[in-house]
């Protein structure tokens, strides 16, 4: 048989989240050649998914230069393993247990397909094309529906003996406190993930009879919050004062083991800007270790929210051995 030796170019970068799954096709710069999604919540099994997902990763790539330009595909998943190339028990998702997703795609698109924590792919994002570029020690956090992290060490991402470094969400900030999707309690994802940030609104506005443009949203989200604390509502303010205060102190922890250069903080929840990151970085401050106080940078991320995780997720695919069965 005569080795195919062309240098491919491009690979596909795949994004799962619990409602949208994206996907693109980006080549060697990191340009965006294509790109499309569809809705993760259709597909009651991860059979049904990985069928559709390949069906239109197919069509997208034949549209668009064909099969022969694609080197690799690359997932950015909820609890996603890049040691096993597995999903492993994500409590935000509909399908449980352990699903070999990587696995599953090479199968059937005959490509070499890596998988990554949505973190870690965010983290190679942000130290390929982002915020991150040119530094070696650093960490992401992703506050969305979950709450997670990826660190970077000497330029290498540090992912533990068994794949789940980085899992900050579920570190245990209140002693018995809020029950954590995971079923453990007081976890720091109870309080400064989405369903958190809700959690603490009702609460304060249980405790607190101040008037508030709260008290008239039937179904509560982090985004009206923040647009409340835009028109000056009180206790939307203090919703995410409180919200900051406890990751400031968690972040000041895991910055006091680590000394990075960096904490960049991604996902939906940043979006708050200013009303979430300034009592983060007041409490970060108060909270880290001394000798590390004014030395540590936290910032947003500077990456586009659209085409972000697809750029993470193409990074993983430059990771991961060529294969192909059609050479």
Known sequence: MVQNNTIKTR????DISLEVTKYAIVDVRGNIIAKASFSTTQF????DFVSYLSERIIMLVEE???????RSVGISSPSGNFLTGCMENAPNMPWK???PMAAMLRDQLGLAVALGNDVHARALGEYVFGGAHGMKDFIVVNLGH???SCVFSNGKAHLGVNGFAGEIGHTCICHNG????CGNRGCLEAYVGA???VKTAEEMMAEDSRPSLLRDQENLTPKFIAECCDKGDELAIEVFRRTGFILGLSLANYASVLNPE???????????GKWLLEPTNDSFEEHVFHNLKGKVKLMSSNLDDVDRDVLGASALAWNVKEYSLFV
């Open 11 to 14: 690979v596909v970068g795949v």
């Open 44 to 47: 009651p099994t991860a059979n």
């Open 64 to 70: 668009n230069g064909g099969y022969e330009s694609i």
């Open 97 to 99: 247990g352990k699903i």
């Open 146 to 148: 979950g709450v997670g």
């Open 178 to 181: 809020r029950l954590c999707g």
């Open 195 to 197: 369903k958190g940030v």
């Open 262 to 272: 960096a904490i960049i903080i991604t996902g939906g929840l940043s979006n708050a």
